[in-house]
């Protein structure tokens, strides 16, 4: 079965602390893996998307990767504005859906 | 540029009752797709539009229906409310012609929060 995890559940850190959030999947011939940014009340907004392994993406402090079995969003001296929820999905095969993650919240202290 | 519109965006229902949200989708875009999202998860896919018809459906009951218009806007509509129907339902749109892809990335709406009792 198709399957995404995203890990931590939820991370908090300073103002200027990187850290890194992991997307890992289970997926049938992976055709696209996405990230989205969350914030409450809001519905998702698009980041990046990866095709193939060994891709990497970047905007402002994030950086998206990409392995054959997950990805990870790298996020250099975050600032309070990048707290929010941050949902990796996949999308597999011959399938229009997405497959999603349930997302790891991102709180960002000043 | 416009972008994804859905009205409601806070909605109380009682359980039985029947709901119709709503959606319009981003200038340029021809497909539609339905997801719900319960606190804490990621969103589920509900079912996707193109060209007025179903183009692939997540695993949901048929109480979920949908349409899409000429113009691509669409509607979802949910019968005999169940109180595991309150979530957060969110219309996203694309371009890539019925298929997300690499190049058409999903856009969503701030979604229609619905609570049923």
């Known amino acids: 079965e198709d399957q995404v995890t995203q890990s931590p559940e939820a991370l908090r850190l300073q103002e200027g602390e990187s850290s890194s959030l992991n997307c890992s999947y289970t997926v049938s011939g992976l055709r696209g893996l996405f990230w989205y940014r969350q914030d409450p009340g809001k519905g998702p907004e698009f980041l990046f998307t990866l095709y193939s392994a060994g891709e990497e993406k970047e905007k402002e402090r994030l950086k998206a990767t990409l392995t054959k079995k997950e990805s990870f969003l790298h996020i250099t001296a975050p600032k309070p504005e990048d707290s929010a929820t941050y949902l990796c999905a996949v999308q597999a095969g011959g399938n229009y859906q997405l497959i999603w993650g349930a997302g790891t919240k991102l709180i960002i202290k000043p | 540029e416009t972008g994804v519109t859905q009205s409601p965006t806070h909605l109380i229902k009682t359980r039985g009752q029947q709901v119709t949200l709503r959606c319009s989708s981003q200038s340029g875009h021809n497909t539609v797709s339905w997801y719900q999202q319960a606190l804490g998860q990621g969103p589920q896919f509900i079912f996707q539009?193109?060209?007025?018809?179903?183009?692939g459906r997540g695993n949901f009951p048929p109480r979920f229906s949908g349409l899409q218009f000429p113009n691509y806007s669409s509607e979802l509509n949910v019968n005999a409310l169940e109180l595991d129907d309150s979530a957060l339902y969110l219309c996203?749109?694309?371009?890539?012609?019925?298929?997300?892809?690499?190049?058409?990335?999903?856009?969503f709406g701030n979604g229609t929060r619905l609570t049923v009792t």
């Open positions: 539009y193109y060209r007025e018809e179903e183009n």
């Open positions: 996203a749109s694309s371009a890539g012609q019925g298929m997300v892809s690499y190049n058409s990335p999903l856009h």
